[in-house]
């Protein structure tokens, strides 16, 4: 079957939709606020001959020419760029973390939102960048190096049972501050940016549609609620976790939020978008979802010539 | 600060937070606060208070990290902040993210290349620029947007640049 045809009756265009999908995507990068600004790139970039043009919307995003491959260029070498799909830059904005704040990145390889939190923290205060996978670890490790990150604690574990007993609070915090459960000092803000069916990456990589199986999705929706629900946990009262996801399938995104507001304290809030989107679905398949679940974002590749992403934002209960 | 705890002896697979000062070393050979700060103070020309927003860690044998924040220490983790120094060894050697990251404030021991040569250097290659200053390992840099930006570290012995770009960091450009 075609995963993408089941989206017909919530795309209000599925011609525009499908031919989007089918459209290379062009190459993209991030400029990293720790160790560049966007004209010191544009100058570099300039003297090099490499084409270049902003996305529009974000003064830090930079569309290449096709001819460039940006790991081969003086700006990559020293870090001052990062090569990041447009949307994938989108939910790192939302978060807006604050320079000096507790930040938690549960699935973070390999480390585009990571590095992007960084900056919009000015590399101050704690970002815990977790991930499963050993072997993608590396490349995050990498990643936040070659962009000058010193602000980030990078551990390896199962984010739906996060242990955060490393960071227990630290000496330079003397004021008590209320502790999660397990006794940990919470998290200001979350990025929960899951593992997912990738449906929004088609013009990347378009072997995502042949992996894709109902089974999958809903094997992997369970995953994604007990991801977000841990954040919600360890984030603390009035704080803030941004959920995000690559694919359509509201199974993995609107169904999520629809589960995890039910089950723990905390509300989705509305937020503003820099780029073209449409709200929530709060019915699917014969499922209906809470209503605020229509607070959510979802970007489907019509709209700004990108790649697709579903973007919400939380607020959990003081 | 506090002190150091645990083991006399230095654990390799875990983060431990550095003593501040001589005074307050536990486990033999461990680098301090202020020695790290000083090396790089008087390497490169760096304002003390460069470092203030940074503890150091060592894990690994001698390997120092600086992190922009402060956990418990020991610390087993996969990583904090980025890797810093190599020490434990008799000259102390800056790695390339650490001066990427802080060389463009350094005032002394910073070797300008021309294009052709940062380019050989960024290769891995050996140059041969003009430099009467000291010996030992320099901040290598070059000019680019209209400033001079470091892009790694380079052993300069008898009269040459010896690239210690890793070779992951390697390109041809």
């Known amino acids: 079957m075609d995963p993408l045809a089941r989206y017909d009756p919530i795309v209000a265009d599925p011609e525009a939709f499908r031919a989007a999908c089918e459209r290379p995507l062009p190459s993209v990068v991030r400029v990293n606020g720790i160790k560049a600004t966007p004209d010191r790139v544009a100058r570099a970039f300039e003297a090099a001959g490499v084409g270049f043009e902003p996305v529009g919307w974000h003064d830090g995003l930079f569309r290449l020419a096709d001819d460039v491959s940006p790991g081969n260029t003086w700006p990559f070498v020293h870090g001052w760029v990062y090569g990041q799909e447009e949307v994938s830059a989108l939910p790192a904005r939302v978060l807006d973390p604050d320079p000096g704040e507790r930040v938690l990145d549960p699935c973070a390889a390999p480390g585009s939102k990571t590095t992007q939190l960084a900056a919009l923290m000015d590399d101050e205060g704690l970002l815990v960048a977790n991930d499963s996978n050993l072997g993608r670890l590396s490349a995050l490790r990498a990643n936040a190096e070659r ?119 905390c509300q989705l ?49 003081a | 600060m506090s002190r150091e705890n645990g083991s006399s002896r230095n654990d390799g697979g875990r983060f431990d937070r550095l003593p501040a000062t001589a005074d307050e070393r536990v486990v033999e050979g461990r680098a301090t606060r202020r020695e790290v700060v000083t090396w790089w103070v008087e390497r490169f020309g760096l ?51 650490a001066v990427q990251r802080f060389g463009r404030a350094a005032t002394r021991n910073v070797v300008v290349l021309d294009d052709a040569d940062a380019r050989a250097f960024l290769r891995g290659e050996t140059t041969d620029p003009d430099w009467d200053g000291d010996w030992g390992y320099l901040a290598v840099a070059h000019e680019i947007a209209d400033d001079v930006e470091p892009i790694g570290v380079g052993l300069y012995l008898h009269g040459e640049l010896r690239s210690q770009v890793p070779k992951g960091r390697r390109r041809q450009l």
């Open chain 1, 147 to 265: 962009c000058g990150v010193t602000s980030v604690a990078v551990t390896n574990a199962d984010a739906r049972h996060l242990s955060l007993k490393s960071f227990g609070g630290s000496e330079r915090r003397s004021e008590a501050r209320r502790t999660t459960s397990d006794g940990v000092e919470p998290f200001d803000r979350a990025l929960v940016d899951v593992p997912c069916s990738c449906e929004g990456t088609v013009r990347k990589n378009p072997d995502v549609l042949e992996e894709w199986s109902p089974s999958h999705v809903e094997g992997i929706a369970g995953v994604q609620r007990d991801i977000l629900g841990r954040a919600v946990e360890v984030t603390r009262p009035g704080g803030t976790v941004v959920y995000s996801t690559c694919t359509f399938a509201p199974e993995e995104n609107e169904a999520v939020l629809d589960d995890v507001i039910a089950d723990h304290d």
């Open chain 1, 269 to 317: 809030v509305e937020f503003d978008l820099d780029v073209e989107h449409v709200a929530g679905v709060a019915e699917w398949d014969g499922d209906r979802y809470d209503p605020s679940v229509r607070r959510a974002k979802r970007v489907y590749p019509h709209h700004n010539d990108t790649g697709g992403f579903f973007c919400a934002k939380l607020e959990v209960a």
């Open chain 2, 47 to 97: 304002e003390p208070a460069a470092f203030d927003g940074h503890t150091f860690w060592e894990k690994g044998a001698g390997k120092v990290w600086a992190f922009a924040a402060d956990v418990d220490s020991p610390a087993e983790i996969e990583a904090l902040g980025m890797t810093f120094l190599r020490t434990r060894q008799e000259h102390w050697k800056p790695t390339t993210d």
